[in-house]
C-alpha cells in the first residue's frame, strides 16, 4: 500500500513570507502528527490530528498552525517565516489504535533564506 | 520531559551486540523506537506498552520498565544494516503527544 506522502519535497522561502505544506497518510490512518526536525534539537513534536480535530499541540508559537480534512490529509501553515524555521518537516500517521506506531513521511525540506 | 537517551554515539564492528537506553521523568503507558538512516524519514521498529505488551520488529529486542521509566533496545549480532540514528519516543498517556528523544548514533564497521 501506499505510504505518507509529503509535498513539496525541498522548499526555500524569504523571510516574512508563508509556507503551506502537505501531508496524505496511509489509507485508514485517522491520526496525523508533525515534527520539525533539525541536527541540534532533534525530532520537535508540533501538533497532531485526529478525525479533524487537533488532539494534541507541542510548544511553538502561534505562526505554525495545522489542520486535517475530512479525507485525513493534513496540511501545515507556517506564516512570517523566520531564518531558524529552516528545517526538515516530518509528517507521521498512525491507526492510532493501541499497539500500532507511526509511518512517517519522506519530509519537506524548508529554507528560510 | 523530553527522554534522556545513552549512549549518544556507539561504534561496533559487525557481530557485536550494542543496548541503547531511554530514560524519562514521567510515567509512561508506551516507549516507541525508530531508526532513521541519513537522508531518509524514521523508520518504525518498535513498540512497548504498559502492561507489559510488545510489538517487535526483524531480529531486534526491547525492554520496559514501568517502574524506572526506562526502556533499552537491545540490537543482537549487528548488522551492517543497523546502522542509523536510533530514537526513542515516550507517550505519558495514552493518545497524548509523542515526545523523541535527541537520538543515539549507531555506525557499523565490516
Known amino acids: 500500500k501506499a505510504g505518507v506522502t509529503q509535498t513539496p519535497r525541498y522548499l526555500i522561502k524569504t523571510r516574512g513570507q508563508q509556507v503551506t505544506l502537505s501531508c496524505s497518510p496511509i489509507?485508514?490512518?485517522?491520526?496525523v502528527s508533525w515534527y520539525q526536525q533539525t541536527p541540534g534539537q532533534g525530532l520537535q513534536f508540533l501538533f497532531e490530528?485526529?478525525?479533524?480535530?487537533?488532539?494534541n499541540k507541542g510548544n511553538f508559537p502561534g505562526r505554525f498552525s495545522g489542520r486535517q480534512f475530512s479525507n485525513s490529509r493534513s496540511e501545515m501553515n507556517v506564516s512570517t517565516l523566520e531564518l531558524g524555521d529552516s528545517a526538515l518537516y516530518l509528517c507521521a500517521s498512525s491507526l492510532a489504535s493501541r499497539g500500532h506506531g507511526y509511518t512517517f513521511g519522506s519530509g519537506t525540506r524548508l529554507t528560510v533564506v | 520531559q523530553q527522554p534522556v537517551q545513552s549512549p549518544q554515539a556507539v561504534i561496533l564492528r559487525e557481530g557485536e551486540d550494542a543496548v541503547i537506553n531511554c530514560s524519562s521523568s514521567k510515567a509512561l503507558y508506551s516507549v516507541h523506537w525508530y531508526r532513521q538512516k541519513h537522508g531518509e524519514a524514521p523508520v518504525f521498529l518498535m513498540i512497548?506498552?504498559?502492561?507489559?505488551e510488545q510489538k517487535g520488529h526483524e531480529k531486534i529486542s526491547a525492554s520496559f520498565n514501568e517502574k524506572k521509566q526506562q526502556s533499552s533496545l537491545y540490537l543482537t549480532a549487528s548488522q551492517l544494516s543497523y546502522s542509523g540514528t536510533y530514537f526513542c519516543?515516550?507517550?505519558?498517556?495514552?493518545?497524548?503527544?509523542?515526545?523523541f528523544g535527541k537520538g543515539t548514533r549507531l555506525h557499523i564497521l565490516p
Open positions: 489509507s485508514g490512518h485517522r491520526s
Open positions: 490530528y485526529f478525525s479533524e480535530t487537533q488532539r
Open positions: 519516543g515516550t507517550e505519558p498517556n495514552r493518545d497524548d503527544k509523542i515526545i
Open positions: 512497548l506498552l504498559k502492561g507489559g
